[in-house]
């Protein structure tokens, strides 16, 4: 498992609505897409959702300045 | 202030800043958002260093992403060499967090997957941060909504090996610990005692509120706790710093964190005060049971 390459893949899912949104509906082609390895894949695949799509709107909403502006 | 004694203050923000100077004698210390304040002038810095000469203050940085698989940029790190040789604070702090990767900028602090090949990457950059600003930062446990993909390494076990590797002390945010272990089916003080406690020398309070999980086919949803600065410390929370203060021998300097939604300034105040009596009630739990290991 490469850290950089499934930390930017997690990057692209937190930054990018349309990047989740593909990885939600066809998490194969996602993945693929980001040329993550076989272990970076079965990690994504066993990953919590609910706190991924979670986590993607709370770091969306910091980016629009609707929530508290530090840490 | 008696030296090595707990000190108990507030978080730095234009909002809080009447109440902060008009209640010097009851604020031991400020922490200062260090981002907020790179690109400020000299002029604009007056104030910081007229607050810097009446109470010790501490740093805290927000977007350096020490704990992220990439290096940390030089001039992120050269910023905060250049504050810390304006304002002279106490110590400074950084967030066990990435921010950024792959050229994407996630505006706001994320878990990284705990792994040992992440654990070698946050104590490179967390040794380069130490050399270039000048001393090692305090390293603060974040808050997640999500477990992170791909982790192998417990929490407490990823937080202790990288700060064993850079040899950091760690700023121990008791809210973000409290919102894990119970997003994650923690218990919160089982978390807090097998975190490395005698590496602790700040500490965080602040607030959060429980939101919905998004409903998805097949499962029922439930709620989990965000950290937003912007609800009172909830009564765990002050009962976590006591049970800290039971076991950590060394001083502790207690930051309580606000970031909107502000009540009188009282308000605040009272929480200070509460935090005091937290860590004093601890404390004595320290005391006793020293003394009775001494008798036995």
């Known amino acids: 498992m490469n850290g950089t390459r499934l930390e930017a ?3 692209r899912l937190y930054a990018d609505r349309e990047a989740l949104n593909l990885f939600l509906r066809a998490p194969e082609d996602a993945m693929r897409e980001a040329g993550l390895d076989e ?3 079965a990690a994504m695949r066993s990953a919590d959702v609910v706190g991924l799509r979670m986590a993607a709107r709370s770091y969306a909403n910091k980016r629009a300045g609707r929530a508290g502006k530090h840490p | 202030m008696a030296r090595g004694a707990d000190q108990v203050g507030l978080g730095w923000r234009g909002e809080l800043a009447a109440g902060i100077f008009t209640h010097l004698d009851r604020i031991d210390l400020v922490e200062l958002i260090a981002d907020d304040h790179f690109k400020s002038s000299p002029k604009q810095l007056r104030p910081l260093k007229l607050l810097a000469a009446q109470v010790p203050t501490t740093l805290h940085g927000v977007a350096m992403g020490l704990a992220g698989s990439e290096p940390v940029a030089d001039f992120r790190l050269l910023n905060m060499r250049r504050l810390i ?7 400074w702090s950084e967030h066990l967090a990435f921010v950024r990767a792959g050229g994407f900028e996630i505006g706001h602090l994320a878990a990284p997957p705990r792994t040992p090949t992440n654990v070698a990457a946050a104590v490179t950059n967390i040794e380069r941060a130490t050399r270039i600003v000048g001393s090692a930062p305090r390293l603060e ?3 997640t909504l999500v477990d992170p993909p791909g982790s192998q390494l417990s929490e407490e076990d990823w937080i202790r090996q990288i700060l064993e590797g850079a040899d950091a002390p760690l700023l121990l945010d008791l809210h973000n610990l409290y919102a894990n272990a119970r997003n994650f089916g923690r218990e919160p003080k089982e978390l807090l005692l097998a975190m490395p406690l005698e590496r602790v020398r700040g500490v965080h309070l602040s607030g959060g509120v429980w939101i919905d999980e998004p409903a998805m086919s097949g499962r ?11 609800h009172d410390v909830p009564d765990d929370v002050f009962d976590l710093l006591e049970v800290l203060a039971a076991h950590a021998a060394q001083p502790l300097q207690v930051i309580i964190e606000r970031d909107g939604e502000y009540p009188d300034f009282e308000v605040l105040l009272a929480q200070l ?3 005091r ?3 004093a009630k601890g404390r004595e739990r320290l005391r006793v049971c020293k003394t009775m290991k001494a008798a036995a």
């Open chain 1, 9 to 11: 893949f997690l990057a």
């Open chain 1, 39 to 41: 272990i970076e894949c």
């Open chain 2, 85 to 91: 040789d304006q304002l002279q604070p106490d110590s």
């Open chain 2, 141 to 143: 446990n974040i808050a």
């Open chain 2, 220 to 230: 029922v949803a439930g709620k989990r706790l965000l950290d937003d600065h912007i």
């Open chain 2, 273 to 275: 005060d509460r935090a």
């Open chain 2, 277 to 279: 009596a937290a860590l």
